[in-house]
């Protein structure tokens, strides 16, 4: 009976253990529900994972530092340099350095520290130029181009200051065997009604053009033309306004009381016969050969021809003819289009242009310029004071911040270097090679830096003494002229 009970109790193992069995093989087929979630899941956070560990190391590993100028001047910013320091702080020189060195010891250098502590820990037996390339990354400065920019393309910024040539500079050249004549061609036409700064055009232009005449020499002969006079503006005068060409003062010595009624004598009203009126003048001055006599037309004007004439041509068969009369154009308050054209005509006549837009301009151009009085000789300077301090302190401001920023991405890496050296992170003789490479760049750098500004520097002594001397020799030559009278 009992070995019946145990083949029993054997066969039901038997068949409890089948049964397991077939569960299990079963279970490996047909996976249940929870399982099949969980596998993409789980195989997504070990991609994420992977993703992590490699974006982790391609931060960690630094791209080779550059080597040659070209280079370090367009390297980027190191990690740490653009994350924690102010690019204004960086450059800061004179007492607010301190605001720098302080920021660098209390709140920068423990950040770094922290971060070469655990890279060095994880990245052991890198070599010295891995290691100069790692700190570089970190810790290098991204300042260099754009003042390295504005250092190669910085101008010293002096101007040879106006020189009034007198009788050389408007060609009134008194020989011993010439006399002069001074044609004045006044452009009369509607738009000379217009003001500008200090009054209307017109008034203007008498007013100072009554001074110039009154402080030629005694000996010299003078004209007076006005142009566009007569009429008005609209095409039904245009004919007549057009043909309105008069010598209000014949050429004559000047004058003063009779100059001054001839150009009261008419006002701004209509169209503007340029071409005409230079052809005028040279009627009048053709019986004037240049043997004998020194011819000089002034044009005072706002405008371009409007009467259908070729100014251009007028002006060169003037100035081309056996009378050589020199064609000098002011052109008052003219638009681009009215430059253009009165710059032409004052070349084709061998003459000379300028521009004014206010009442000041146009006494400079025809008092100033033309003749400088005792005043002008005694205030007129070279390269003044403020001038001279004003290229330095640019100059400085520009390359300044280069060297601050050099000195300091040096001065960073060292202080790097001694932290890995103390705490045993590299080897000393790893770490004098960093600190030496760190100099050698810092060198390149900074002598490419102070040998560019030098340039500069010379450059800009060049031209003030090349100023200074000019209008030295300037005052020499009039003050000979004004001790002569």
Known sequence: MRRKRSYFLAGSLIMILCLCFLSGCSDKAKPSGNEE???????????????????KEAEEKAPPAATDLEAMIAQKPGVLVEQHIDPELEVLDGLDYFQYRNFIDETFQPIVNKELEEYFKENKDLTSDQIYDYLVYQLGSGQYQSYYDQLVTYEHGYVMPDLPEGEDEIEIEIAKKQKTNVVILMDASGSMKASVNGGVKMDLAKETIKQFTDQLEEDVNVSLFAYGHIGTGKDSDKEKSCKSIDALYPLSLYEEAAFNKAMDSFQASGWTPLAGAIEKAN???????????????????????????????????????????????????????????????????????????DKSEFEDVILKKWKPSIFQLIGTQGVELHDYVDQKERLLNVYGPLYQASEREASRIKKAVHYLQDNKLISREDGTEVSE?????????????????????????????EIDAKVQAWKDKWYKELESE
């Open 37 to 55: 979630v969980e596998k993409p899941i789980q195989k997504a956070e070990k991609e994420d994972s992977e993703e992590i560990a490699e974006t």
């Open 283 to 357: 009627e009048l001055l053709s019986s004037y050969p240049n043997e004998e006599y020194k011819n000089i037309v002034y044009i005072v004007s706002d405008g371009i021809e409007t009467c259908d004439g070729n100014p251009i041509e007028a002006a060169k068969k003037l100035n081309e003819s056996n009378i050589e009369a020199k064609v000098n154009i002011i052109g008052f308050d003219v638009d681009d289009e009215g430059q253009k054209q009165l710059k032409q005509v004052a070349e084709a006549g061998g003459g000379n242009y300028a521009t004014v837009r």
């Open 437 to 465: 490479k760190a100099e050698e760049m810092r060198a390149l750098r900074s002598d490419h830096f102070k040998e560019l500004k030098e340039e500069k520097d010379t450059e800009a002594r060049k031209a003030q003494e």
